[in-house]
């Protein structure tokens, strides 16, 4: 049985359908305690707190927690509310802790919205905005991508 054209994976196909994904950056998860979720995942799987902030404009305090070291080892993201009308403030009180987004790497975010645009797939934001460490990123409609919140990440330039 031959594979369907929309199934194939050749490597032509795979280069033409690219949006700019470079690695999974990192998954997000919501927590009500910024303080006890780093010191649980330092304490319980040797996780490195790498990076520390609070971003008034989403609305969270946040961690970067790496896996092993280097960005290659992974990272989650912990995300903690600074009022309850955040976004991580309502994810918590419609689901409770948990993983709330994907986030993956691009080489450039512009280009990678366009394209998805082009794909009809709708972005939370117009334009991209800042995220951690003067990152850029936007979000893919988690009903456009199967229910999950996708964050595309545009690492800041000295990064």
Known sequence: MTEPASLSTS???VKSLSVGLQRIDHVGIAVPDLDAAIAFYEGTFGMTCAHVET???????????QVAPGVE?????????LRPDSAIGKFLD??????????????????????????GIRLLYEAPR??????????V????????????????ADH
Request: hydrophobic share 40%; with cysteine; glycine share 10%.
């Open 73 to 81: 080892g992974g990272a989650i993201q912990l995300l903690a509310p």
């Open 94 to 119: 419609r689901s409770g802790p948990g993983m709330q987004q994907l986030a993956f790497t691009v080489v450039n975010i512009d280009a990678t919205c366009a394209a998805l645009r082009e794909r």
């Open 141 to 156: 409609h988690p009903k456009d991508a199967g229910g999950v919140l996708v964050e595309l990440v545009q690492p800041a």
């Open 55 to 65: 971003n008034e404009e989403q609305g969270v305090r946040e961690a970067m927690m």
């Open 11 to 13: 490597s032509q196909s």
């Open 130 to 139: 800042r995220g951690t460490a003067n990152s850029r990123i936007n979000f």
